[in-house]
């Protein structure tokens, strides 16, 4: 059993979850706040918890980018805890897009991804990480500054993902048809009529983004 001293704080959303619980059956001393995070272990470590739904919800709506982005900023331990099974089977975010953004953030944003199969999983894993990062209670939080991601870099962030598609090109896109629901729509010519865009390019995106596919970005 884990010394009482050494505290787990946890978002007051999480309480709806069964992990605060699963935690102190397992000896953890845990508290509820007010974070940007999910929990918070010592002052060095940060994670955020996903369930394959909400890391889909997020992805869509580009909560994902700036928590990541966030977390990588503010400690120097963040992680993602994705519970779950099905990150494939739910058909709303296609699986190139999905795999790109893993790869974003385990490399680009240097937060490591750590799959979970459930709540007492995630709990487990939680317990491990205050064995190495605990500290007492009373020793205060870290601070997450919120710095809101604007819907043009989330579509940025998500036209990047796709192998070929770099800055420059992502941005041509967003300047012809305003968003990714839009530029998904487009015929194949119109594509193509984007000077930074050959057939390559285009062949690539409609691998990620099948035409009439409606992105909700």
């Known amino acids: 059993m ?13 309480a709806k979850s069964k992990v605060p619980e699963i935690l102190s059956r397992l000896g953890v001393m845990v508290q509820s706040a007010s974070l940007n995070a999910d929990y918070a ?13 909400d890391f889909i919800s997020s ?7 700036r928590q990541v982005s966030e977390l990588s900023k503010t400690c120097k331990h963040p992680l993602v ?6 990150l494939y089977n739910h058909g709303r975010v296609p699986k190139n897009v999905i795999r790109g953004i893993m790869i974003w953030i385990s490399l680009s944003k240097r937060v490591p991804v750590i799959r979970t199969y459930n709540e007492h999983d995630t709990a487990c894993v939680i317990q491990l990480l205050v064995k190495r990062y605990g500290q007492p209670a009373g020793l205060g939080l870290p601070v997450i500054k919120k710095r809101p991601i604007s819907p043009w870099q989330q579509q940025m962030n998500v036209l990047t993902q796709i192998p070929g598609i770099g800055p420059y090109a992502a941005k041509d896109i967003l300047n012809v048809f305003g968003s990714v629901s839009r530029m998904s729509e487009a015929l194949d010519v119109e594509l193509i009529a984007i000077g930074r865009l050959g057939k390559k390019r285009v062949e690539a995106i409609r691998k990620v983004f099948p035409r009439k596919l409606c992105i909700s970005i």
């Open 2 to 14: 884990l010394k009482s001293l050494n505290v787990v704080h946890y978002d007051f959303r999480e």
């Open 41 to 53: 272990i010592g002052r060095d470590c940060l994670v955020e918890r996903k369930t394959i739904t």
């Open 59 to 65: 992805v869509a709506d580009g909560r994902l980018f």
């Open 81 to 86: 805890l994705l519970e779950g099974g099905g």
